[in-house]
């Protein structure tokens, strides 16, 4: 944003400005972006990556990797483990506390990420694998949602 001239140019996106970042074209594209801490959660269709903004990641010869500032906005894009994603359905995210609930329709389940541990579960496996696989291929909006006040998805 220009104070002087008035002229307000936040919202362009200049490819050759090396602001913009790809991830992983082949798990589909991006359906959700989610921040947490001073990081982001990128949901595509088929996988799930944490981005590091304003910084990256440097790794050394045993695998630690150490944190280091950067002029680039978003750094290092490492994926979730499992092979899970959240479709086509953004609107079954949902989230409370440190925990982040979302559906997989394309493979039938109901998934619990927790960013702290970077852990993925299967919540739907838990006595219902049947129920929601039938169902949420089924579907075609599956909306999510957490009641805190009972505790409940």
């Known amino acids: ?3 002087g001239s008035g ?18 074209p082949n798990y589909g594209s991006i359906q959700k972006l989610y921040t947490r801490d001073t990081n982001l959660i990128v949901f595509l269709e088929d996988k799930i990556f944490r981005v590091l903004t304003d910084k990256d990641a440097l790794y050394n010869a045993d695998g630690d990797s150490n944190v280091t500032s950067t002029a680039s906005v978003l750094g290092q894009a490492t994926p979730y483990q ?3 994603g959240i479709s086509t359905n953004p609107e079954s995210f949902s989230y409370y506390g440190q925990n982040i609930w979302f559906s997989d329709r394309n493979r039938g389940v109901v998934l619990q990420l927790t960013p702290s541990n970077g852990q993925i579960f299967e919540i739907s496996s838990a006595g219902m694998n049947d129920f929601f696989r039938d169902r949420l291929k089924a579907s075609e909006r599956i909306i999510g949602g957490f009641d805190d006040y009972q505790d409940q998805l």
Do not use: P
Not at 7 to 24: A, H, V
């Open 82 to 84: 499992g092979e899970y």
């Open 7 to 24: 002229i307000n140019r936040l919202n362009e996106f200049i490819i050759t400005d090396g602001i913009t970042k790809e991830i992983e």
């Open 1 to 3: 944003y220009n104070d």
